[in-house]
C-alpha cells in the first residue's frame, strides 16, 4: 500500500501519461492526414492496405460494446496489496523491456530472427530473469463470471473485422505455422503487454494511462515490420491502427481480466477466421 504522497504523485503522474497518451493518438491521425498517408498496411504479411478509418472501426465497436456491457463486478486489482515502490519499479522496468524491444527491432531493420531473439529475451527471459513478473500471477485472475457479458464486444470486433477482409490469405500458413505464430504473437504479447505491464501500471496510475501508454509501446514495435514510408509515418501508422486496436485488447482486459478470451482476440487478429476455415 501507498502512503497519501505516493497517492497524490501517481495521480500526477497518471494524468500526465493520459494527456501524453493522447496526444501521440492524435499527433498520429494528423501526421497521417497532413501526408495522404490514410491507406496503410494492416499486416506485415501482406502488401494490401486499407484506409485508416475503417481499419479502427471493429476497435471502436468493441470498446463501444464493451463500455455499454460492463461486468457484473469491477475487476479486482490484483496488485493492490503490493507496495507502491515495487509496483513502480516491476512497471517501469517492463517498460523499459518494451521500449527496448521497439528501438532494437527498427534498429534490426525488422529482421525475423532479430525479431524472435529481441521477443524471446526482452519480453519473457529478462522479466523473469531480474523477477518483476512471476508466472503465479495467471492464479491471480479471478475468471467467475467473466465470460458472458464481454462477449458481444469481441463479437462485434470479429464480424466487422471479418467483414471488412473475409479473403484468406494466399498461400495459407501450415498449422505448425500459425500455432507458432500464436504462442509467440498472441500468448506471449498479451502476457507481456497486458497481464505484466498494463495491470502493474493501472495499478499505480489509472486504467486508461495504463491502456495509453501500454497500447504506444505495443504499436511501436509494428513500424518496423509494416512499414516503408519512413519511420515517423509507419510510427504514426502503425498507433493509428496497432493501437487502436490495443486500445479494445486494453480496454477488454481492464473491464474483465479474463486472460484467455484476450488471448483469442489477439489470436484473430494475427490469423483471422478465413484462414482457420481455408485450412480445412
Do not use: C
Not at 496489496?81 to 517501469?92: C, F, G, K, L, P
Not at 523491456?97 to 530472427?113: I, Y
Not at 470486433?157 to 505448425?176: E, K, Q, R, S
Not at 514495435?221 to 493509428?240: F, R
Request: glycine share 8%.
Amino acid at each position: 500500500m501507498g502512503s497519501l504522497s505516493e497517492v497524490n504523485s501517481g495521480s500526477r503522474i497518471g494524468t500526465a501519461l493520459l494527456a501524453a497518451g493522447v496526444a501521440i493518438y492524435l499527433g498520429a491521425l494528423v501526421m497521417l492526414l497532413v501526408t495522404g498517408n490514410t491507406e496503410v498496411r494492416f499486416s506485415a504479411d501482406d502488401a494490401k492496405t486499407q484506409s485508416i478509418w475503417l481499419l479502427g472501426l471493429p476497435a471502436v465497436a468493441g470498446l463501444a460494446l464493451a463500455w455499454l456491457v460492463p461486468p457484473r463486478e469491477p475487476a479486482p486489482d490484483p496488485f493492490a496489496a503490493v507496495d507502491t515502490r515495487i509496483r513502480v519499479r516491476q512497471s517501469w522496468t517492463l517498460a523499459a523491456l518494451a521500449v527496448a524491444f521497439a528501438t532494437g527491432l527498427h534498429l534490426a531493420g525488422g529482421d525475423n530472427l532479430w525479431f524472435l531473439g529481441l521477443k524471446a529475451v526482452l519480453l519473457l527471459l529478462l522479466p523473469v530473469a531480474l523477477r518483476v513478473v512471476t508466472w503465479r500471477e495467471w492464479a491471480r485472475a479471478d475468471l467467475s463470471g467473466r465470460w458472458i457479458r464481454p462477449l458481444p464486444a469481441v463479437a462485434a470486433f470479429v464480424l466487422i473485422t471479418y467483414a471488412l477482409d473475409p479473403a484468406a490469405p494466399d498461400p495459407i500458413p501450415d498449422p505448425v505455422t500459425i500455432a507458432a505464430v500464436f504462442v509467440l504473437n498472441a500468448v506471449l504479447e498479451e502476457v507481456f503487454y497486458r497481464f505484466w505491464l498494463q495491470t502493474r501500471l493501472e495499478s499505480l496510475y489509472g486504467r486508461w494511462a495504463a491502456i495509453l501508454v501500454t497500447s504506444v509501446v505495443f504499436a511501436a514495435w509494428h513500424a518496423a515490420i509494416q512499414g516503408g514510408n519512413g519511420p515517423v509515418v509507419d510510427l504514426a501508422a502503425a498507433v493509428a491502427v496497432i493501437g487502436v486496436k490495443s486500445l479494445f485488447l486494453g480496454y477488454l482486459w481492464s473491464r474483465h481480466r479474463n486472460p484467455w478470451l484476450v488471448i483469442a482476440v489477439h489470436g484473430f487478429i494475427n490469423a483471422p477466421l478465413a484462414m482457420w476455415l481455408a485450412m480445412f
